[in-house]
């Protein structure tokens, strides 16, 4: 996939910008605030309909106005061209079209053009919660699996649906608990195949990612990312079923006390490790960095190989927080990845050798060279 022109007007602090890339990579700099990760934020919502910055889309819109437009002209590997424009008006009126046909929902337009983001809070993927982890899981799977999005979506109404049920009666009666096994079951049902779907890619990142750290990384650790729901690491789909209902009965009595949903794949956790060490405990800073950029370049492998596109990537302003080995490490691989949007603050800071396309950043304008 490669991104040929970007239009973007009102978008966060950008009022009017026109940009035309012919090369694979193409390097936004400037001071900080200057509106460089706003480019990038305004690609990232082309293909997956939502900003990587903030949650309420209404904050993309630029100050005293009403409205944003994007637009990108894409280009497929096989050379098929799409024209994807992207407008939202307040108070919530979004409109998304792909070659003047208007798309229903999001679900026909993410994984058409796949996307790889490199960010400082990728760090949350090793360091944070299990709410983080399991969002990285989402932002690949929902690329590659339009019905993973929508088993996402079934298992988030039933979520709702069961508390709703043990919080909305104020005595937990007979009909009450009747009609809260009836969700168990279908709480049960809606997981298997999240699970399944979860397992089965870690089988397959998990060898990509072994394979990065033999040999790119060599004489760096052993790495390795299982699934675990509560105390119990799966990775077999027989395993599925029988965990749930298990779990199901072991905390029934705690989910009628607290009146809410302590099962189901929305509270599962991925345990990764280095050497054997859980990393969040026990990695260096620079195990976290090496270990984030491993994972990602496995995610643009998966990602290409599932979709049959070249993922775009996007780079925010992580140089600076690498040595100059992790800086050697993904410099090198910057230029096999197809096109690479990066951010930074000096353009300097990248050691790359080739011809790349330079745009100076300042107060939501931008600059070319």
Known sequence: MFLQELGVSDFRNHPETRLTFQRNVSIFYGKNGQGKTNL???????CLTKS??????LLCIRDETNSFFLQGYMKSDSGLESVID????RPDSKFISINGQKIRSSSEIIGQFPIVLFTLEDRLITMGTPADRRRFLDSVLFQVSKVYMEDSRKLKKAIKQRNDLLQSSGKLTASVIELFEVWT??????SIPIIKRR??????FRKEIEQ???????GFEHPDVRYKSGDQFIENEADIEPWLRQQSKNLRNQEL????TLIGPQRDDLFITLDGKETRFFASQGQHKLFLLALKIAMWTYLKEKTGETPIVLVDDIFSEL????????SNFLPKLGQVFITMTDRETLALQGDFDFFRVESGRVYGG
Do not use: G, M, P
Not at 40 to 46: E, N, R
Not at 52 to 57: A, D, R
Not at 212 to 218: G, M
Not at 257 to 260: E, L, V
């Open 52 to 57: 990587f910055q903030v949650s309420s889309e």
């Open 257 to 260: 006390d607290r009146r809410t």
């Open 323 to 330: 040595d100059s080995d992790r800086l050697s490490i993904i």
């Open 86 to 89: 992207s407008r939202l008006t």
């Open 40 to 46: 990038l934020d305004a690609i990232y919502y082309l």
């Open 212 to 218: 990065l750290y033999k040999n790119e990384l060599a």
């Open 185 to 190: 079951e279908e709480l049960i049902r809606i």
């Open 199 to 204: 397992i089965s890619f870690l089988a397959e």
